[in-house]
């Protein structure tokens, strides 16, 4: 799931972000990801590393820095102290929306800027870099044709792949005078390189692994080129990713309901909406409503379990049925789908008494597959044997719910 978020930067520049939550999973952690040189958070690396740490249950924020994509600012005026900046501006972000980030990410000089930047993210416990240079420095060989008119002119518009973009000589002074303590990072470090990188040689990934004290981990990205432009490459990039920082930051775990035994306890906490944790008899179920009514689809609904109680004990009965009389039944599949519908649409609504109802009334939709190598007659008999699943009776029989209020006695709850 992706959310659209902007936030301010201490300049008061309007920054533009994505944030990649997990589906159907409890947020483990939160992650921070710094795109490269002239980049915008859209790059498919960017994107498809996000994708892939929420895969793995950690919500991912990435975004414009200033002047680039769709954030305010002018590049012009930017610098990679700019940049540093930024970063920090957006864990500041996240810290008082949603959660401080545990993990920091940069790709190229994004990564370079991770690195600046680590110090002043006191919440960071697992940094990454991807195909990123030593030092910010490393980044002047790319303007290197207007360097004498930079420093001539103190300022010059450049062609980097393909788009115009205007620099000062306020950025080459700035990348110059930057020196970055790797050797005090004091947080464990993994660093991914690809070793046919044309842009920043592997050797940019030698100096940094060699400054930085363990923890650290090396992980070559083969064949990759330098933007991890291939989806196999990024997407590996992000698992491993993942995997890794989840040895060194604090995971949130699912809070459990306790057992009661014979009894389904549901727990639920308001400022979680419609988010339920269950436990089943033993078994820790989570139930929430779809994301288009308020929900955030972590879970099946109320009714996706009740349609769910009539599929199982179906499939349940059926095959019980045919492993008593010894049927040549493989599978037995069952599709349940509910609906409210107008009483005066159904021909079967009448109450116990034989008189109408009136408004809507619950359907349940029920079609049934039977693998098996048995007579039509066979079928139709398994197709009445459905009807007597206890499930089916307890809906179509009158049921008595009763409820009280009671103090809280379950520990944990």
Known sequence: MQKKVTFKTRQDFELSGVLHLPDNKVTKAYALFAHCFTCTKNINSAVNIANALA????????????????????FADTSFTTNVNDLIDAANYLSEEHEAPQIIVGHSLGGTAILAAAKEIPSAKAVATIGSPSTPEHVLHQLEPELKTLEEQGEATIKLAGRPFTFKQDFVDDVRKHSIDIHGLHKALMVMHSPIDDTVPIKE?????????????????????????????????????????????????????????????????TSEGFLNRINANGHQLLADEPVKVGGTNLGPSPYDFLSTALGTCTAMTLNMYARRKKLDVSKVIVNVHHDKVH?????????????????????????IIIEADITEEQRQRMLEIADLCPVHKTLHSETIIETELKENDLKGE
């Open 343 to 367: 009483a005066e649409d159904c021909e079967q609504c009448e109450d116990k008494e034989g008189k109408e109802r009136s408004g809507k009334i619950d359907k349940f939709h029920r079609s």
């Open 55 to 74: 895969d793995e249950g950690i919500a991912t924020l990435r975004f414009d820095f200033t002047g680039l994509g769709a954030s305010k600012g002018e």
């Open 205 to 269: 990934a030698e100096i940094i692994y060699k400054k930085a004290l363990h923890p650290k981990s090396f992980i070559t990205l083969d064949k990759a080129d330098h933007l991890v432009s291939k989806t196999e490459d990024s997407m590996y990039a992000g698992h491993v990713l993942a995997r890794w920082a989840t040895r060194y930051i604090d995971v949130k775990e699912e809070p459990r309901v306790p057992e009661a035994k014979d009894n389904v306890v549901v727990a639920a906490q």
